[in-house]
């Protein structure tokens, strides 16, 4: 690390605090899920309803009763299903709520890619464990957007990281006290974003959940089942702009408010434009993305990691 750079110091929260970072992450997906079910509900022509649309189908699922088809694996569906709600938890740990943090570990980032990484089983495993061609489809679609995607998205990581020097989240935010790294990285900005819808299966990247599969992945899943997965792709929506925050838009910093407030509210502003996006931009179809990524935004990635560091070494 640069002896002009010092290490930000973070104070690591007792594990008791996990419990009311989950409420936040579940706050937060909520206003997501609610937020869009407004707009599809406005873009129906009915009016200002649809805010409580994600209660109401909570409370549904929940009196649902799960089903299966014959010779399901259950265990591997519901491994995958319930795996994307705990995974988000698990990328929270490491984003710093102003100066609190769960974890602050000196791999923050790689964590988080770690973690983005796993989707990739879970989403497969609830379509292979449905034992349905439907489900299957919807997994091998993901894979396909996820060998798009992923490779850009961790050069995206690196441009940050090369920039505060170190792996730490909390040093990334630390680094920003003069100039948002999102302003002279805004390759990596978007690419990350694109990252985070592609793990939340969201968005241009919703064809493995694709009505014309009969919603892929989610098709053969019911009840409590289905609620788990849904609200994971919420949970990693939000994770996603959560750690956006710190990486890219200066952490807490901001005047007047609370560093812990500046962190949501930058949170709740890149969620609400993720959640809107959904509906300016088409699904991507997996074989046009593959080579969209890997011919445009993986050498835009390295690119942007190329002048950071030309950067960083020019100022010594």
Not at 41 to 57: I, K, N, V
Not at 99 to 107: G, I, Y
Not at 217 to 237: H, K
Not at 284 to 289: A, E, K, Q, T
Request: charged letters at 10%; aromatic letters at 12%; glycine letters at 12%.
């Amino acid at each position: 690390m640069p002896e002009s750079m010092p290490e930000t110091v973070l104070t690591t929260v007792p594990a008791g605090w996990a419990v009311l970072a989950g409420i936040v992450l579940c706050a937060l997906a909520f206003f997501a899920a609610a937020l869009d079910s407004a707009l599809s509900a406005r873009a129906e022509g009915a009016g200002r309803g649809g805010w409580l649309a994600p209660a109401w189908s909570t409370v549904r699922l929940l009196r649902q009763r799960r089903r299966t088809v014959v010779t399901a694996d259950t265990l591997l569906l519901r491994v995958g299903a319930a795996g994307m709600l705990v995974g988000s938890f698990l990328m929270v740990a490491v984003i710093p709520l102003g100066r609190w943090t769960l974890a602050d570990l000196d791999v923050g980032v790689v964590w988080f890619n770690t973690v983005d990484v796993m989707v990739w089983a879970l989403v497969w495993l609830a379509g292979w464990g449905a034992n349905s061609v439907h489900g299957l489809v919807g997994g091998y679609r993901f894979l396909a957007h996820g060998l798009a995607y992923e490779l850009p998205l961790m050069f995206a990581l690196v441009a940050p990281a090369i920039a505060a020097g170190s792996l730490r989240v909390g040093d990334a935010a630390g680094a920003q006290d003069r100039l948002w790294f999102v302003v002279w990285m805004p390759a990596a900005f978007v690419i990350f974003l694109i990252g985070v819808t592609g793990f939340s299966v969201w968005g241009p990247f919703a064809a493995a959940v694709g009505a014309d599969v009969a919603g892929g992945v989610l098709a053969e899943l019911s009840g409590v089942d289905r609620l788990v997965l849904q609200a994971g792709r919420y949970a990693f929506l939000a994770a996603g702009a959560a750690f956006s925050v710190p990486l890219f838009l200066g952490g807490g910093a901001g005047p007047f408010l609370p560093e812990w407030a500046w962190v949501v509210v930058k949170t709740v502003v890149v969620l609400a434009v993720l959640v809107w996006l959904r509906r300016k931009l088409p699904v991507f179809r997996p074989d046009r993305f593959l080579e969209f990524g890997w011919v445009v935004l993986l050498p835009a990635a390295v690119a942007q990691d190329l002048v950071v560091s030309l950067v960083v070494v020019w100022k010594g």
